[in-house]
Nanobody
């Protein structure tokens, strides 16, 4: 299973970016999909999640500015980021939980860098 994240880049404060993460490979049942970020000098932390049925959850730091969504037909999760702030500068990672007949596995994407200038 591979996760390909894209959409990062350089943006000015107040701007927007839309990240996407496509899952491919041996997928039996794709469950929760999540976005994490790792800011410089900080630990990786979860910022958004979405269940297969579309239930979402957000960290307080991004609530009201970021929106997570998914397209189950495309096995893709998105993160629309609006009103970006310099403190949103980080490497953003996606992960996906996959159900198999006898196990449940979590896979990670490679990360995409978001830089927000002031």
């Amino acid at each position: 299973v591979q996760l390909q994240a894209s959409g990062g880049g350089l943006v000015q404060a107040g701007g927007s970016l839309n990240l996407s993460c496509a899952v491919s490979g041996n997928i039996w049942s794709l469950n929760d999909m999540e976005w994490y970020r790792q800011r410089p000098g900080k630990k990786r932390g979860k910022i958004a999640s979405i269940s297969h049925g579309g239930y979402t959850n957000y960290a307080d730091s991004v609530k009201g500015r970021f929106t997570v969504s998914r397209d189950n037909a495309k096995n893709t999760v998105y993160l629309q980021m609006n009103n970006l702030k310099p403190e949103d500068t980080a490497v953003y990672f996606c992960n996906a939980e996959v159900d198999y007949p006898r196990s449940k596995e979590t896979y990670w994407g490679q990360g995409t860098l978001v830089t927000v200038s002031s």
